[in-house]
């Protein structure tokens, strides 16, 4: 196929969604490489990723790019590629998210240093979605969300608490500050562990590098915040075992999961290779099998929208301080991280993305459980 008939497809398909080559508006692409057509037509969104983080083209404002190319389905326009449907296969296969495989994303994603994400996050370093109703600013947002999911879990001073996918420790410390519980959290990244411990010290906070398979005490609840993205849909049913094992009968577990439309097997390409190795979004049919004869499901809240504001709220902290934290990484990572954030912020603007949070218990509540909003 000569080169002319890729950029005259390519053109075709974006111009569906209202996007030009070269064109005046924001979310129009400046095309700086004439490969940059027949790259994203062979590979895909992994060809539209790494193409710009290889300075082939560049976008005003590129999280309205991609809110476009959500809400128009443009890559269901572009015809599976041999190695994407080899992935797949492989995905239907292969456990990926394994034990053995489990603390890959804590080496490439979570252990990339502290600083980069004090320089990005909030006061208290919290990396899942703000709760924007009535905030004023990134820190009173995920003030919110802490203290929300710790009124819709009841939390009373004495409970102890497990926390799956601690991060930093944020939540922890928090409830462990406001509510006087105790917390053991777990997490699969080295630089948490470190940093989460230095922040909780003194408080009755323990932080484990650790699977969560691997957990066996008994809590009063149990919370997770953004880890079951990197559950894996072989595994979902495994890890709603191992939350049940560990509940109290008259205990709460709430998941607070990034969640998909539609049931996959595998995660977006661009971002499985260069952000979350072997992660993917679960849909509500995933979910809800996974803990059928398990969990009685108390409450759904989906505040979606919150993710775009949050990751926004980000991308203006890590562009604000790129200066103060360059001297670690190179402009390929900057241009890599910032097209990250910004292609999420349009996917949950879209509504191509959801953000869930889903209070569960093993028996049902007496008397109903009471939504707390």
Not at 117 to 143: G, I, P
Request: aromatic share 14%; hydrophobic share 40%.
């Amino acid at each position: 196929m000569k080169k002319d008939k890729f950029k005259k497809i390519l053109k075709e398909i974006l111009s569906s969604a209202g996007i030009k080559i070269n064109g005046r508006n924001p979310w129009d692409i400046k095309v700086r490489h004439e490969k940059f057509y027949q790259r994203v037509l062979v590979q895909g969104s992994l060809g539209l990723g790494e193409s710009y983080m290889d300075k082939w083209w560049d976008c005003q404002k590129i999280d309205q790019l991609f809110e476009r190319i959500f809400i128009f389905q443009l890559e269901d326009k572009i015809k599976k590629n041999w190695a994407l449907i080899f992935e797949l296969l492989i995905a239907k296969i292969f456990n990926r998210q394994s034990k053995k495989r489990a603390f890959q994303v804590g080496e490439k994603h979570y252990n990339l240093g502290n600083e980069l994400y004090e320089n990005m996050l909030d006061k208290r370093m919290v990396y899942t979605c703000a709760y924007w109703k009535e905030a004023r600013n990134l820190d009173h947002a995920q003030e919110n969300k802490l203290d929300l999911v710790c009124r819709k879990l009841g939390l009373r001073e004495g409970m102890k608490i497990l926390d799956i996918g601690c991060g930093w420790g944020s939540f922890a410390k928090y409830a462990a500050e406001k509510y006087k519980v105790e917390v053991v959290g777990v997490t699969v990244s080295e630089e948490q562990v470190k940093l989460g411990k230095k922040l909780c010290r003194g408080l009755p906070v323990e932080i484990r590098l650790q699977d969560y398979r691997d957990i066996n005490d008994k809590f009063d609840h149990v919370v997770s915040l953004g880890m079951f993205e990197h559950v894996g849909c072989k595994n979902y049913r495994i890890y709603m075992e191992v939350v049940e094992r560990c509940l109290k009968d008259e205990g709460l577990f709430l998941l607070h999961t990034i969640g998909g439309n539609k049931s996959r097997n595998f995660g977006e390409a661009w971002v499985d290779k260069y952000i979350f190795p072997n992660s993917m979004l679960p849909s509500i049919k995933q979910i809800g099998l996974s803990t059928e004869g398990l969990f009685v499901m108390e409450d759904w809240h989906n505040f979606s929208a919150d993710y775009d504001k949050t990751l926004m709220a980000w991308y203006e902290n890590f562009d604000k301080n790129w200066h103060k934290i360059k001297s670690n990484y190179d402009e390929r990572f900057c241009r890599m991280w910032k097209y990250y954030l910004l292609i999420s912020a349009g996917a949950f603007r879209s509504r191509n993305n959801q953000l869930w949070q889903i209070v569960f218990s093993k028996k049902g509540v007496r008397g109903g459980y009471k939504s707390i909003r």
